[in-house]
């Protein structure tokens, strides 16, 4: 398996060419890029990439960016040297929340919010900055500020 460590050293130099890359193509069709993940399966490499956007993402602003992106890394194969697939979709509903950028997107939904400091709080998503988010909790009208740094993990709570 001597490819492997090489393939590494090229793709770490090129990581950020193809983050770049990545985030001009989520700008241009006007998505979030949520997250990049990327795993070794047998002899190709897979990349993951998820994107958001408010009102959602749909099938067709997931293609497009597959579509942009392997034009652009089919120009320059040095990118990412070797056999490779490349997934474009949406986080899912029952993903954590991290960046301001995700709470932001869902202003004016429930979430569940677990926190260092106590039991879990249900709410509807206020406002929100870089320190902190306001919940309206569900069982009565009051507003609660949550610290971020106190969040072990916040989700949109999913009503069936």
Known sequence: MKSEPFFYEVFLENREVFN?????A??????DLVEIDSFQAGKRRVFRIYIDKSGG???QDCAKLSR????????????????????VSSPGLDRPLKSTQD????????????RSTGKPLTGLLKSVNEQSIVLQLLHNAE????????ILSAKIDIQF
Do not use: H, W
């Not at 770049?20 to 001009?24: H, K, N």
């Not at 989520?26 to 998505?31: F, G, K, M, N």
């Open 68 to 87: 942009m992106l392997s034009e652009s890394l089919d120009e320059d194969e040095e990118i990412i040297a070797g056999p490779y697939t490349l997934e």
């Open 26 to 31: 989520c700008q241009s069709i006007e998505v």
């Open 103 to 114: 709470f932001i997107r869902n202003i004016e939904k429930n979430l569940r919010v677990t």
């Open 143 to 150: 507003e609660v500020e949550v610290p971020r740094m106190e």
């Open 20 to 24: 770049s890359l990545i985030q001009e």
């Open 57 to 59: 993402v749909s099938i």
